[in-house]
């Protein structure tokens, strides 16, 4: 009994520790899945440094109170899977990504920054892009912006050339 005990407190202490740094977690039941599925589904998590456990109801409560997280809102029957990063978005991408080639996998729902997300926000937050592409967008936008306000700017010079051009004819 005391092992038991002490194996379940290391649970939640491992759980808490991993749980402290992440901006996204996404509570997932994976029941259903085989070996060779859920083989897959880590390694696509941990190459996108996506932290993942599957825990017991109770436990994963008990660490997300002692991260200040409430937990009134949790409806789970299940036992379920906890993926979690500092990415906003990295967790849900992927978890949704998989679970349209493995029914077996349904999005439950998460915290992001302790605030509940029910499943459909979940899926809604996948659907945004990865951090560096977002980057990437908004240089383009404000490159694009800058590189026709010079093309304006530039256009009275042009203008102003061929005038004086012109008169000196």
Known sequence: MAKTRAKKIEIVSSLVEGLKA??????????????????????????????????????????????GIKTENLQLTTQVAVSYADDETAPARILKDFSRSNQQLKLLGGFLEKE???????????SIPPRPVLLGQLVGALSG?????????????????????????
């Open 145 to 169: 912006s800058l590189r026709g306000l010079a093309t304006v700017l530039s256009g009275s010079h042009r203008g102003l050339v061929q005038v004086l051009s012109q008169v000196k004819k």
């Open 116 to 126: 509940y997300l029910d499943a459909g926000r979940i899926s809604a937050l996948a």
């Open 22 to 67: 992440a901006k996204l977690i996404v509570l997932s039941e994976v029941k259903g899945l085989n070996m060779a599925d859920t083989t897959k589904l880590r390694a696509l998590l941990k190459k996108e440094q996506v932290g993942h456990k599957v825990v017991k109801i109770s436990l994963l409560k008990l660490a997300l109170r002692r991260l």
